[in-house]
């Protein structure tokens, strides 16, 4: 072959690589990129309770801790006490958390702040004296950090399961004083409560927790009529135990397009699991282990 025949067949070649070649290897490429992020989009990293495994639950330690381990949004859990102040605790008792007798909905603000919320907490790492957090203390730690944390406020009922009357009205209140209306999702076991939200600050999105009494009930008519019944209450997310998340409720969820988040995800195996099941988010009392695990 000459030398001009080979010089031709290389400017051939340069010319359909250019012409045709590449255009087609870019448009596969981004439609692989495209397919991937459909597949695994970002799960939301949630520090339950601020991450009660790193720090005291509920404290304004924990919230930071979890902040600064990079969660995108912290959990927390909202009580009403006697006087009507917002008061961020898990169980409506103060003893586990304070280890004084009685119940949120008892004591007036005043009393409930001298108390130091460290009696759960068994780590090995010291941390000072923990008032118990009133939810406006909270909200102002969020708005000081320098980058955009979310915030899942979770609305608890009182020691006999019955409804702190107003506490919907105060939630969405301190929100909006604090303009975090739309970095916030509400949720609830209690499913009245995420409807009378609604009707308060429409913008709020709101998320329903299905309880394990929910799966025994509901759930004896499958996966699907759990989804359907979720999905009626016009909520945005859904958030179930991880424990009783299966690959066919997941899918339900799916398909009733709810967001899928699970919880208290606490260990590698179970969070590679969970998601890889493609949830929306996932709830841990181990942000550091999120941070390392997930992207
Ligand atoms: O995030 C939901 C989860 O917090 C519900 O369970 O008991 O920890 O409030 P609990
Ligand atoms: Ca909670």
């Known amino acids: 072959m000459t030398t001009t025949k080979l010089r031709r067949i290389h400017t051939v070649a340069a010319f359909a690589a250019t012409v045709f070649i590449i255009p087609l290897l870019c ?3 981004s439609c692989t990129t495209k397919e991937t992020s459909h597949i695994m989009p970002p799960i939301t990293k949630v520090a339950h309770r601020g991450g009660s495994l790193l720090a005291p639950e509920n404290t304004l330690a924990s919230f ?34 304070t280890e004084r007798e009685g119940y949120v909905g008892e004591w007036s603000y005043a009393a409930i702040k001298e108390l130091d919320a460290r009696s759960s907490w068994h780590g090995e790492e010291e941390y000072g004296v923990q008032r118990v957090p ?37 939630v969405v209140n301190a929100l909006r004083e604090y303009d975090l209306i739309e970095r916030t999702v509400i949720i609830s076991f209690d499913f009245p409560t995420l409807l009378t939200v609604r009707e308060i600050e429409p913008a709020l999105r709101l998320g329903a927790l299905v309880s394990r009494t929910y799966l025994e009930t509901i759930g004896l008519d499958g996966p699907a009529a759990v989804a359907a019944s979720i999905a009626d209450l016009g909520v945005e997310y859904v958030a179930i135990n991880y424990t009783y998340l299966s690959a066919k409720l997941s899918d339900e969820f799916r398909h009733s397009g709810l967001l899928i988040g699970a919880w208290t995800v606490n260990n590698e195996k179970d969070i590679r699991r969970i ?21």
């Open 64 to 97: 930071q801790r979890g902040i600064d381990e990079g969660c995108d949004a912290i959990e927390l859990d909202v009580h009403l006490s006697q006087d009507g102040v917002l008061i961020v605790m898990h169980d409506p008792s103060l003893f586990r958390t």
């Open 134 to 170: 009133t939810f406006e203390e909270v909200l102002a730690l969020i708005v000081r950090q320098e980058r955009q944390v979310a915030l899942q406020v979770e609305i608890k009922t009182d020691q006999n399961n019955h409804r702190y009357e107003g506490i919907e009205e105060a």
């Open 27 to 29: 448009i596969l490429s």
């Open 275 to 295: 998601s890889a099941m493609g949830v929306d988010f996932i709830t841990s009392d181990r942000p550091d282990l999120l941070r390392e695990l997930l992207p």
